[in-house]
């Protein structure tokens, strides 16, 4: 089993449907991260959590929320879907105790379409 | 502020040496990082380098890092089929986040 799962795998949603992205790890990490990869332009950071009640914005925050309801689940939201938030989605995991070099574990990501 | 550039493809013959390279411009940068991201999978940390280090070497990997010219290079030697794949370079500033380049698309033909 993935130490990081990311559900769904893939979705294809309509524009202006709220949809949810969940990230649960099993790895213990106390920081989670949710990037968006689109061709040509990388992985840009959305959000980022370095524990349950800290939340940030990353440099492409807007359109997303997020909620950490637990150490081990950190979901995504799109609240009104739009055609340019069509991307693949990963979450990611670090461990700030345990590791000094901030190695980050993706999960296999999730594919978005919104029509 | 934070900006990282890699060339968007590389292509290679089987055997040869690749060298992926990567400018960024954040000079606090404390670590850089290779990921490597197979196809249909997340990213996986390939290597790292301190920035107080000049080379890193692992297996048939090395990492050079120039901070003058703020520039990083992953070399991959007698490179395989294997080895295709988009190789990401990324900085970060205390390990808080990382910012990721726009990634190196590998292709190594026969």
């Known amino acids: 089993d993935a130490d990081v799962t990311q559900t769904p795998r893939n979705r294809i949603t309509k524009t202006g449907k709220r949809i949810m992205l969940e990230c649960s790890q099993t790895k213990g990490h106390d920081r989670m991260y949710w990037y968006r990869q689109d061709p040509g332009l990388g992985l840009q950071l959305i959000y980022y959590s370095f524990d349950v009640k800290d939340i940030n914005k990353g440099e492409i925050s807007d359109g997303y929320s997020v909620s950490r309801q637990a150490q081990a689940k950190f979901s995504l939201s799109l609240e009104s879907a739009i055609p340019n938030q069509t991307a693949l989605y990963f979450c990611a995991t670090s461990d700030s105790r345990g590791s000094d070099t901030g190695e980050l574990f993706f999960g296999e990501g999730s594919r978005l379409t919104v029509l | 502020g934070e900006d990282v550039e890699q060339s968007l493809f590389l292509s290679v013959r089987e055997g040869d040496s690749s060298v992926i390279n990567c400018t960024y411009t954040d000079s606090s940068s404390t670590y850089l990082y290779w990921y490597k991201q197979e196809p249909g999978a997340g990213l996986q940390l390939l290597t790292y380098i301190f920035s107080n280090m000049d080379m890193k070497q692992d297996q048939r990997l090395t990492v050079l890092l120039n901070k003058k010219d703020k520039h990083l290079s992953l070399r991959i030697a007698d490179t395989q089929t294997g080895d295709s794949a988009i190789y990401f370079c990324?900085?970060?500033?205390?390990?808080?986040?990382?910012?990721f380049g726009t990634g190196t698309r590998l292709q190594v033909f026969p």
């Open positions: 990324a900085e970060s500033l205390y390990t808080d986040k990382l910012i």
